[in-house]
């Protein structure tokens, strides 16, 4: 009887203990959950206050483009902002950048380049702004290296914008203002942004100098070009279209004859009784 006595009441602790247990978790769990809702509320409260201020400053900066507009000064528009904080660097794209040939005569009229904005991943991005584009001959002397340099203010520099399968930037063309000595050149390109800043880059560009046209050179170039036979042109060759003769005054030979043993073609209306053809 006692040891009955005594395991009943072990077993009403140990239930009393359980029940304590699972009162003292729910507590727990609903302490937890009170403290989670009361950092939600905070952090949407905080929210709602970045919100409202995010609002007041975009009322102040239309305010001053407009007042800026007015003015009479260039206001740059809120896509334009977005790039002009994207951009990170320019680059020279090599695949489309070299010397260009206008004058049908050996050698490069001048120098083409496609300069590309480009944000921090590398992705172009299409940034106004100026731009300063100079070309180097190195192989010259200290005073006569600058062999080109142009200046594009920004609303020229926007009609440079091309897209292309290959390649999307602004391309521009630089005459020679003194010949290049050498094939090996210098490009330097900076790009001025709106907001002041300056991205610089220089890159190796290999061009073919008009000086480099010798006689061979020439007559190679001249050998690759497909012939005229123009025969208005006054610089047809002798020999295209007209036989050279030997001597002056000799007499053209005869038109050359077919040969006399060539097989006779014997067609439909030759054959006889004797010589048609007969399947087997």
């Not at 009170?34 to 509320?41: F, H, N, S, V």
């Not at 007041?56 to 740059?76: I, Y």
Request: glycine share 6%; aromatic share 4%; with cysteine.
């Amino acid at each position: 009887m006692q040891r009955q006595t005594r395991m009943s009441a072990a077993l009403c602790l140990a239930g009393l203990l359980a029940g304590c247990r699972g009162v003292s978790d729910r507590e727990m769990l609903e302490s937890k959950l009170r403290q989670q809702e009361d950092q939600l509320a905070e952090v949407s409260s905080q929210l709602q206050l970045a919100q409202s201020e995010l609002a007041a400053t975009q009322r102040t900066a239309d305010a001053l483009r407009r007042q800026l507009a007015d003015r009479g000064r260039d206001v740059l528009a809120i896509e334009q902002e977005a790039v002009l904080h994207r951009a990170a660097e320019i680059r020279v794209q090599s695949w489309l950048s070299g010397g260009f040939e206008r004058d049908g005569q050996p050698g490069d009229d001048g120098l083409r380049a496609l300069v590309v904005p480009v944000d921090a991943s590398g992705d172009t991005v299409k940034l106004s702004g100026a731009i300063d584009i100079e070309l180097f001959d190195l192989s010259r002397s200290a005073t006569e290296q600058l062999i080109a340099h142009r200046q594009f203010p920004p609303d020229q520099v926007a009609a440079l914008w091309h897209r292309g399968m290959i390649g999307t930037g602004y391309l521009i063309e630089l005459a020679w203002d003194r010949t290049p000595a050498k094939p090996e050149l210098t490009l330097h390109v900076k790009l001025t942004a709106p907001d002041g800043r300056e991205f610089h880059t220089t890159q190796p560009i290999k061009v073919l100098p008009p000086e480099s046209n010798s006689e061979a050179g020439g007559a190679s170039r001249s050998a690759n070009r497909p012939v005229s036979f123009d025969t208005n042109a006054t610089n047809v060759p002798s020999n295209v279209g007209r036989r050279l003769d030997k001597s002056p005054g000799s007499a053209p030979s005869p038109a050359k004859q077919p040969p006399t043993d060539k097989p006779v073609l014997h067609t439909s209306d030759r054959f006889t009784e004797e010589t048609i053809p007969r399947l087997r």
